[in-house]
């Protein structure tokens, strides 16, 4: 009897966050597009309720809510479901999206299946290769067993968490903090605005040229061939060689446009962003802002540190705080019971922050580059990369349990190096956020266009 009450308990919260997802697709990704193939937004929300609900699974082995055989088994057909979304569902409905946009092919609908079939086959071989590099397993795993499915993903899943990361960990200080912003005044505004109403003045007038050029060129080509002389020839020629200057040197003044007023519209975003950083919400993320400054400086430090001594923490944060207010500050509590607490807040805390962190970043990543033709494919894409990322998730967050809670996770993930994946994170946290420190600190640093408008201008 309680094996079907916890089976309705799941049940009922799958389509809870089937709803979450269905709503967040219709209303954040598509609102902007119709929805043309529905199994496109029932594979996406499929995927989010599965990833959420392994969440959930975390919540509820920390709290002991469930029967413990019930979470086992669930953990179980969480993870498989999710596994066949993610190697079989998601690549196939991809590949027939993007064989069905190529428009040169023939678009019957069993020659569309088959080479769906086959570009699946391709993609299944590759994925399949990704591992070999890799010492995620140990050689007594069958080639079809749970350990190779999730080492293959967890090496994907956990280069995006670690790109992801190292950005973040450096961009959130940098879009927060008051030193970043840099000094834009009214004067600054309004005298690039006047450079580029002068490049569109200059850009008007040169093709008012040209069209001008052109109709005297249509005159004289009109006239009678036989009075032609050698001088209208030549000035013909002459004429043409002029437009063609002409339309290079429009080409360039429009280039410079775009750039001006890319970079008036970053002006306008820095002095709203100056404005906003007084006020209360504004002063709190700055405050915020220094803080993540602080910890991306002490999480490269410890990366850095982890990978050249080959260190993998062996004791959760939760537990480790605890050794440290009982052995050094004296502080004597019911260690069990602030242990299962504290633990709860901690994983829920990160379980928050990934899920919306990652959403946001999907919805960014859209709308960047999505058109009405590949909006399908690339939610697949979404998609896919949100399992894996949350599965991924389930692996590193393993590490921040207890040691009472976290066995299930090992013993229900499989039998895989565990410090494999977590040193993988160090080093592509590592070159992820040097790299976003690298790329920013040019991006601050760049000059105006200065030079490029008086060299127009003048």
């Given at each position: 009897?309680?094996?079907?009450?916890?089976?309705?308990?799941?049940?009922?919260?799958?389509?809870?966050?089937?709803?979450?997802?269905?709503?967040?697709?219709?209303?954040?990704?598509?609102?902007?597009?119709?929805?043309?193939?529905?199994?496109?937004?029932?594979?996406?929300?499929?995927?989010?309720?599965?990833?959420?609900?392994?969440?959930?699974?975390?919540?509820?082995?920390?709290?002991?809510?469930?029967?413990?055989?019930?979470?086992?088994?669930?953990?179980?057909?969480?993870?498989?479901?999710?596994?066949?979304?993610?190697?079989?569902?998601?690549?196939?409905?991809?590949?027939?999206?993007?064989?069905?946009?190529?428009?040169?092919?023939?678009?019957?609908?069993?020659?569309?299946?088959?080479?769906?079939?086959?570009?699946?086959?391709?993609?299944?071989?590759?994925?399949?290769?990704?591992?070999?590099?890799?010492?995620?397993?140990?050689?007594?795993?069958?080639?079809?067993?749970?350990?190779?499915?999730?080492?293959?993903?967890?090496?994907?899943?956990?280069?995006?968490?670690?790109?992801?990361?190292?950005?973040?960990?450096?961009?959130?200080?940098?879009?927060?903090?008051?030193?970043?912003?840099?000094?834009?005044?009214?004067?600054?505004?309004?005298?690039?605005?006047?450079?580029?109403?002068?490049?569109?003045?200059?850009?008007?007038?040169?093709?008012?040229?040209?069209?001008?050029?052109?109709?005297?060129?249509?005159?004289?080509?009109?006239?009678?061939?036989?009075?032609?002389?050698?001088?209208?020839?030549?000035?013909?020629?002459?004429?043409?060689?002029?437009?063609?200057?002409?339309?290079?040197?429009?080409?360039?003044?429009?280039?410079?446009?775009?750039?001006?007023?890319?970079?008036?519209?970053?002006?306008?975003?820095?002095?709203?962003?100056?404005?906003?950083?007084?006020?209360?919400?504004?002063?709190?993320?700055?405050?915020?802002?220094?803080?993540?400054?602080?910890y991306c400086v002490w999480k490269i430090f410890m990366a850095t540190i982890?990978?050249?001594?080959?260190?993998?923490?062996?004791?959760?944060?939760?537990?480790?705080?605890?050794?440290?207010?009982?052995?050094?500050?004296?502080?004597?509590?019911?260690?069990?019971?602030?242990?299962?607490?504290?633990?709860?807040?901690?994983?829920?805390?990160?379980?928050?922050?990934?899920?919306?962190?990652?959403?946001?970043?999907?919805?960014?990543?859209?709308?960047?580059?999505?058109?009405?033709?590949?909006?399908?494919?690339?939610?697949?894409?979404?998609?896919?990369?949100?399992?894996?990322?949350?599965?991924?998730?389930?692996?590193?967050?393993?590490?921040?349990?207890?040691?009472?809670?976290?066995?299930?996770?090992?013993?229900?993930?499989?039998?895989?190096?565990?410090?494999?994946?977590?040193?993988?994170?160090?080093?592509?946290?590592?070159?992820?956020?040097?790299?976003?420190?690298?790329?920013?600190?040019?991006?601050?640093?760049q000059s105006p266009l200065e030079t490029e408008v008086k060299g127009y201008?003048?």
């Amino acid at each position: 009897m309680s094996f079907i009450f916890d089976s309705c308990v799941m049940f009922f919260s799958l389509v809870i966050f089937f709803g979450g997802g269905w709503v967040f697709f219709l209303k954040k990704l598509f609102r902007d597009y119709e929805v043309q193939h529905w199994v496109v937004l029932l594979i996406f929300s499929v995927t989010f309720a599965l990833s959420c609900t392994m969440f959930e699974l975390i919540i509820f082995e920390i709290l002991g809510v469930l029967d413990s055989s019930s979470r086992y088994f669930h953990w179980k057909l969480e993870l498989y479901v999710t596994l066949f979304t993610e190697i079989v569902v998601l690549p196939f409905y991809i590949a027939y999206f993007t064989v069905s946009n190529i428009q040169m092919l023939p678009q019957a609908r069993y020659i569309r299946v088959l080479l769906t079939f086959v570009a699946w086959c391709g993609s299944m071989y590759f994925f399949w290769k990704i591992g070999d590099p890799f010492p995620i397993l140990s050689p007594k795993h069958g080639i079809l067993s749970i350990e190779q499915c999730i080492g293959r993903i967890g090496v994907i899943g956990v280069t995006i968490m670690a790109v992801l990361s190292g950005f973040g960990a450096v961009n959130y200080p940098y879009t927060c903090m008051s030193y970043f912003v840099r000094p834009v005044s009214d004067a600054d505004i309004q005298s690039l605005e006047k450079r580029l109403m002068q490049t569109m003045d200059m850009i008007v007038m040169k093709k008012k040229r040209i069209a001008m050029a052109k109709r005297d060129s249509l005159l004289h080509s009109g006239a009678n061939k036989e009075q032609r002389s050698i001088w209208s020839m030549v000035k013909s020629f002459t004429c043409t060689d002029n437009v063609s200057v002409l339309k290079e040197e429009t080409r360039a003044l429009e280039e410079l446009s775009r750039q001006l007023f890319l970079e008036s519209v970053d002006l306008h975003n820095e002095q709203e962003r100056k404005e906003y950083l007084k006020t209360f919400k504004g002063k709190y993320f700055n405050l915020l802002g220094h803080f993540f400054s602080v910890y991306c400086v002490w999480k490269i430090f410890m990366a850095t540190i982890n990978i050249v001594f080959d260190r993998v923490g062996k004791v959760d944060p939760v537990t480790r705080g605890i050794e440290i207010a009982v052995d050094y500050l004296g502080i004597q509590f019911d260690v069990r019971f602030w242990s299962q607490h504290i633990s709860f807040w901690l994983v829920g805390i990160i379980i928050v922050t990934s899920i919306r962190g990652l959403l946001i970043t999907l919805t960014k990543f859209f709308y960047a580059i999505a058109s009405s033709k590949s909006s399908n494919i690339i939610v697949l894409c979404l998609a896919q990369i949100m399992g894996m990322y949350f599965v991924s998730c389930v692996l590193l967050m393993r590490m921040n349990m207890p040691i009472e809670y976290r066995s299930i996770i090992t013993e229900v993930l499989g039998d895989l190096k565990f410090n494999f994946y977590h040193r993988w994170f160090d080093v592509i946290f590592l070159i992820s956020a040097l790299s976003s420190i690298g790329f920013l600190y040019m991006a601050h640093k760049q000059s105006p266009l200065e030079t490029e408008v008086k060299g127009y201008t003048t």
